[in-house]
């Protein structure tokens, strides 16, 4: 039996026992004392495994202590949130969300800009586990953070959890340096759907990033508001890779009966630009008769 289905083994040992004593004929104040006794020994033996063991037994003592998830062992967690392995540093973020202690909202909010992409997205879930007046305000903050890779996964999270109280912080952050975070900015607002939002999603149609353009038009069609129409015509006609986007988006806000003058306005165009693709034609022509 290899290491980690003998902490399966001792866990399973250990939910047998508190099964056992809640039908045994003790006083609660027993029961618990024995209980914590058992855990606490548990506890101190795993500690000892994740500090002094290979990879193998490191990685089945986090794992034993996320299953056990007693307040005791957040320091322990957060600790294990610096591990130099990533799987660890998982188990860590699963044991933190168990045990909902405010301490470690901060040190999650900093494994959201992990290398690893399983341990952030794991920082994230354990995230939205703790109670929102707890967490709204450091990731709010977070939006502040001179890491920009926190501050993406900031945008998509608040998004995520459909936290309006950060709509202004993430209008700011449609202006933020780094194009990845204006991205996940405006698909947040586009998620919030709050209207104070409607004219800097406008603004972002002219962002130098394609993608940050993209979202901002699907979330200027999910608002459904006329103030709309005529940027995204203006976006239609402009940018050929956004056009089939820009359509939906028009449908959206002006029902499918409505779209024939924006056809007519692609005919119209197409029209122009073969026209004066001809007189072009027809002055190089002219010019090299007369040459």
Known sequence: ????EKIDKILLELDRLESHLRSAELPSEEKQAILKAVQEDMIDLLISAWKEGDRVVRRSAIYG???IGLPNCVEIFI?????????????????LAQIKDSRAILPLIKALGDDNHYVSFSAACSL?????????PPLIQSLNDRRARIRRRTCKLLGEMNIIESTENL?????????DVR???AEALRKLRTNEAIQSLINALNDESPDVRAVAVMALGSFGDETAIEPLLTVLVEHKDLRHSCIESLKNICGEENLEPIYTLLRDNRQLIMETSRQITSRLHLRQNLA
């Open 1 to 4: 039996m290899d290491c980690p």
């Open 65 to 67: 202590l996320s299953k």
């Open 79 to 95: 600790q294990a949130l610096e591990d130099w392995d990533e799987q660890i540093r998982v188990w860590a973020t699963e044991g």
């Open 128 to 136: 939205k586990r703790f109670p929102r007046h707890e967490v709204i």
């Open 171 to 179: 209008i700011m952050a449609l202006r933020d340096e780094d194009p």
């Open 183 to 185: 991205y996940e900015a």
